[in-house]
C-alpha cells in the first residue's frame, strides 16, 4: 500500500514537472528567439546607448544650452567643442543630448498615449461586436482617411507647441492603428473557452476585457508599441523640420537637422549629419526590436 501511494506521488510530481515545462517552454522559446535575433539585439543595445547619451551624458558633458554665444557661432569640430558649435554658438554635441531628450520623451510617452487609447478602443468595438463595432470601426476609418502629417500641421500652427501638446497631439493621431490590431485579436478571443467559462460564471463585461481579453493580446501589444515609438520620434523631427516644432531653447534632433540644412552649401556639415544620424539609428533600433518581438512571440505561438 506504501508503495503505491509513493508511486502515485511521484506520478504526480511528474505532471506537475511537466505542466510547469509546458507553460514556461513557450516563454523560454520566445526569449531564446529574441536573443538570437542579432538586428533585434543591436536595436535594444543600441536604444540603450541613445537613452544613456540623452539622459545621462549632460551629467558628465556640462554645456550652457540656455543663453546664445554669437561670438563662437558656426565653429568647425576642434579643442573644446567635439562637434563644433551651430549658429547660435550652443556646443553642438551638448545640442544631440538636449535634442535627445525632446526626442525620445515625445517617442515614448506619444506611443503610451496611442497605444493605451488604442487598446481600450479596440478592446470594447471588438467585444462588443454588431453595430456598435462597426459603429466605431467607421470612426476609425474616417479618421485614418486624414493625412497624418497635413492635420498635424494644420493643428501645430493654430497651437503654440510645447512638449506636452507634440505628445498629446501625436499620440491622438496614433491610436487608430494599434485600436485595429487590438479589435482583431478581440474578435478572436472572445469566443474563446476561457472567455465564455467567464461569462458562465457571471463575470463582468469590464472583467472579461481587462482581466482575460487584453492580457492575452500583449504580443500584438508590444511589438506595436516600439513601432509607435519609432513613428512618433519621425513625426516630431517631420514637423521640426517644417519649423512647427518646439520654439529655442528647447532642442529636438529634427530642428538640428532643419537649421543645418540651412548651411548645408556652406559646408558646415557638422550640423546636419550628427542630428540626422541619430534619426536613422534611433528609429532603425526601434524597429529592429520590434520585428525580433514579433518574431518571438510568433515562435510562442506556434508552440501553443
Not at 553642438?92 to 510617452?109: D, H, K, Y
Amino acid at each position: 500500500m506504501g508503495e503505491a501511494v509513493t508511486e502515485a506521488a511521484r506520478q504526480g510530481q511528474m505532471a506537475a514537472d511537466g505542466e510547469i515545462v509546458s507553460l514556461g517552454s513557450p516563454i523560454r522559446l520566445g526569449v531564446q528567439t529574441l536573443v538570437k535575433n542579432r538586428a533585434a539585439l543591436v536595436g535594444l543595445i543600441v536604444v540603450l546607448i541613445m537613452l544613456a547619451f540623452s539622459f545621462i551624458g549632460p551629467l558628465f558633458y556640462h554645456t550652457n544650452q540656455i543663453a546664445t554665444n554669437l561670438p563662437d557661432s558656426l565653429r568647425p569640430p576642434g579643442a573644446g567643442h567635439p562637434l563644433g558649435t551651430d549658429n547660435e554658438g550652443y556646443d553642438e554635441f551638448g545640442r544631440l543630448m538636449l535634442g535627445g531628450q525632446t526626442s525620445l520623451e515625445v517617442g515614448l510617452a506619444a506611443a503610451v498615449v496611442a497605444t493605451g487609447i488604442g487598446i481600450a478602443y479596440g478592446a470594447i468595438s471588438g467585444f462588443a461586436g454588431g453595430i456598435v463595432d462597426g459603429l466605431m470601426m467607421r470612426v476609425v476609418d474616417g479618421l485614418l482617411a486624414v493625412p497624418t502629417l497635413f492635420l498635424l500641421v494644420y493643428l501645430f500652427t493654430v497651437f503654440q507647441a510645447s512638449v506636452l501638446l507634440m505628445i498629446l497631439v501625436i499620440g491622438l493621431v496614433a491610436w487608430l492603428v494599434p485600436a485595429r490590431l487590438v479589435r482583431a485579436e478581440t474578435l478572436s478571443l472572445r469566443t474563446r473557452e476561457f472567455v465564455q467559462a467567464v461569462r458562465s460564471m457571471g463575470g463582468t463585461r469590464r472583467r472579461m476585457i481587462f482581466r482575460h481579453i487584453i492580457p492575452n493580446t500583449i504580443g500584438t501589444i508590444m511589438v506595436n508599441a516600439t513601432f509607435q515609438v519609432a513613428d512618433a520620434i519621425l513625426a516630431l523631427a517631420s514637423l521640426s523640420f517644417l519649423g512647427l516644432g518646439i520654439a529655442p531653447p528647447a532642442a529636438n534632433w529634427g530642428g538640428m537637422l532643419s537649421t543645418g540644412v540651412t548651411y548645408t552649401y556652406a559646408g558646415d556639415w557638422w550640423l546636419i549629419y550628427p542630428p540626422g544620424l541619430c534619426i536613422l539609428l534611433t528609429v532603425m533600433a526601434f524597429n529592429a526590436v520590434g520585428d525580433g518581438l514579433r518574431d518571438a512571440f510568433e515562435v510562442r505561438l506556434q508552440r501553443r
